[in-house]
């Protein structure tokens, strides 16, 4: 019965190896392996890991000549291949372990030569105190060294370690959580703004969805404005794990397609809970805005962000400035602060821009009921305001005012069923002038 019983035991440890599971044999693999924290990463390059610990439980077991393997997950690497003259920045050895002083000194671990950027190959070449506790911590943040370039999926990252003669146990060790972008932007309000210095936009907040989601990284956060608006400042509100001072406003600049962008430094990570950034900006609105939303673009290289684009404000015209606003392909016409809905878009043909009439005259300042008089059977338009009356006929070229005749750019016509001309001389008989803007293809009578 006894080696019947000693038999199931065998073929029960033999299928836990082969399922993966590692038993050592605690006289010979005298060491406890573990990493002092676990970190949420990115996926990219120069990720901070958590710092592994391989502490010796049972004094003696390590021995000089010992070979250690330390091999990084298929997809990662090292940001720079370790090398003999470069120990100190992926192992330390520190002065005591708990309280027990350490068996290694400087000098005793060193890099073998032969190394690369995947696997760390660490040779005991000496041993100072040979009745202490040897103690290593191999490292995992020293920037453009032991960092590590991650390339795989989200989840967990696994360092294996491995020395053939069990002094040092085997296995593999958890040191960071692998996540993609992990973060949420909303806009808490969205205020009105005229054109000017100084406005206030909608607090952008971004919302880390685990803690340790934004990685470290000078300038690794951006907020662009579309053309036009220009950052003028930004205080930010730091909530959750971040602590204070952990993001920070790095610089204002403009990005290559000219527009002003706002860079954020995030200098610690969060710990605990998801951390939370409330941005509060003010920005400068040019003038030649066109009134409508403002759309804040939030993107940068940190690998734990998601790029977003958001409504942050609308701009509307002040209705002091008396402006209408015409715009190429555009149905939407700005009168006077407003904003009001065309029949037709306005055109350019034979490079002249054709307006629709009926809209034009409101802009004008005639009255639509009183002062705009069609006449189907001549196909003539006459237009009135205050001594002032206008007849314009379609496909005609002449324009009489008062009875006195001018000469048109181009003659009026009927598209879609609107009247549509270009308005040049109209506006001046009526006392306006008509602007044209072809960087945004908007016509702006005042």
Known sequence: ???????????????????????????????????FNVPNVGIGDGQTLGTIEILETTPG??????????????????????TPGTTDKYVYLPPMAGVVSNSLAAGDVIV????????????????????????LNLLFNVPNYSQVNIYGGAGDFRVNIMEATGAVSSGEIS???????????RILDTPTLTSGTGRTLGVVRLEENLAGSLQIGKRSITLVLPNGITWTGADLKLFGGFAAGAVAVSAIDVNESGQSRLLLDVNYQSTGSPGIIQIIGTANIAASVIPGDIQV?????????????????????????????????????????????????????????????????????????????????????????DDKTVQLK????????????????????????????????LTGVFGYVAEWQASSQTVSIH
């Open 1 to 35: 019965m006894m080696v019947k019983i000693n038999r199931l035991l065998m073929l029960l440890l033999a299928s836990l190896t082969v399922a993966g599971l590692a038993f050592c044999d605690p006289a010979v693999a005298a060491t406890r392996n573990q990493a």
């Open 61 to 82: 077991s390590i021995t000089a000549g010992l070979q250690i393997l330390i091999t990084l997950p298929a997809d990662s690497s090292y940001m720079a291949a370790p």
């Open 112 to 135: 073998n030569s032969n190394s690369s950027s995947q696997t760390m190959i660490l040779d005991i070449v000496h041993i100072t105190n040979p009745e202490k506790a040897a103690c």
């Open 175 to 185: 040191n960071s959580k692998a996540v993609g972008g992990s973060t949420t932007a």
């Open 297 to 385: 673009s939030i993107g940068g290289p940190n690998p734990g962000l998601n790029t977003n684009l958001l409504n942050c404000a609308k701009v509307i015209e002040a209705p002091s400035n008396n402006i209408s606003r015409f715009t190429i392909g555009s149905q939407r016409l700005i009168l006077n602060g407003g904003v009001l809905s065309m029949d037709i878009a306005p055109y350019i043909k034979n490079s002249r821009t054709f307006l629709p009439l009926r809209y034009v005259a409101l802009a004008l300042g005639i009255d639509e009921e009183d002062g705009v008089i069609w006449n189907a059977a001549s196909q003539t338009v006459i237009l009135k305001k």
């Open 394 to 425: 379609i496909g005609s070229g002449t324009m009489l005012v008062n009875g006195a005749a001018f000469t048109l750019e181009a003659a009026p016509e009927i598209k879609s069923g609107y009247t549509c001309l270009p308005i040049s001389a």
